[in-house]
């Protein structure tokens, strides 16, 4: 249930990325940020296949295998299983901060580039047009400043509704999550002077199987903020 849960959030933080960014592009070109949004358009499909590949297949699969394992480590106390089920989850959590360290670093690069470019280009329209307009140059000139900060206001307008929707569809899901890792933990902790077996510390490691779940969704989500940011 918590895995079905993980993916429609996920799911969901893709849909949004693929309806949000057409709009963002379009508004940043009217802008005159035309540099930054031949960057934003693939970075936008980048994190549409990261989403799909790294998230969705690589990591719930993990998640899925490491929840197997605890299951079979614990039904004998012969063959714990334990080396590997912390093998796995460690190349989980290794493989999404590789991933989201190395987005995070093209982003800032291609927007720094970006954003130097646009400013020059924007620079020299508005000396071309006072140029080339001996009398009336001036007041197009700053006819062209109010457009732009008009269209940066509506883009800004429209980021900001875009972090709130991304709030709304990751909320409930992570809050589900991490109460389920929560419940967990301390059902193991209650059980810890009582148990029988391997029943609590199948536990305790279920919890960590959930937390893998919350991660990834978290991840998706940091993902898609950054990129709206």
């Known amino acids: ?6 993916r429609l959030a996920v799911d969901k933080i893709g849909s949004l990325s693929e309806s949000l960014f057409p709009i963002l592009s379009a508004l940043l070109v ?11 358009t693939p970075l936008s499909a980048l ?18 295998c490491v929840a197997a394992l605890v299951i079979a480590g614990n ?10 089920t912390g093998l796995i989850k ?7 901060c590789a991933g989201l360290s190395a987005f995070l670093g093209i982003l800032t690069v291609q927007g720094v580039l970006g954003s130097g470019y646009d400013g020059a280009s924007m620079r020299t329209a508005k000396y071309a047009v006072d140029s080339l307009l001996p009398i009336v140059g001036g007041e197009v000139a ?43 933990k301390l059902a193991a902790a209650l059980i810890e002077p009582i148990s029988v077996g391997g029943v609590q510390k199948l536990i305790a490691q279920f919890s960590g199987a959930l937390g893998m779940l919350l991660a990834a969704v978290a991840t998706a989500m940091v993902l898609l903020m950054v990129l709206i940011g």
Do not use: Y
């Open 142 to 184: 700053d006819t062209l400043d109010v457009m732009v900060s008009s269209a940066l206001l509506v883009k800004n307008a429209v980021g900001a509704a875009g972090l709130i929707l991304l709030v709304t569809v990751c909320m409930r899901p992570i809050l589900r999550l991490a109460a389920s890792m929560i419940l967990c």
């Open 75 to 84: 039904l004998s106390e012969k063959r714990p299983l334990d080396t590997l």
């Open 30 to 40: 009217s802008t005159g940020a035309t540099a930054t949004a031949a960057t934003f």
């Open 90 to 96: 460690s190349l989980c959590n290794w493989m999404m």
């Open 47 to 64: 994190m549409g296949a990261l989403l799909a590949s790294m998230i969705d297949r690589v990591a719930f699969a993990l998640c899925g």
């Open 1 to 6: 249930d918590c895995m079905a849960v993980a």
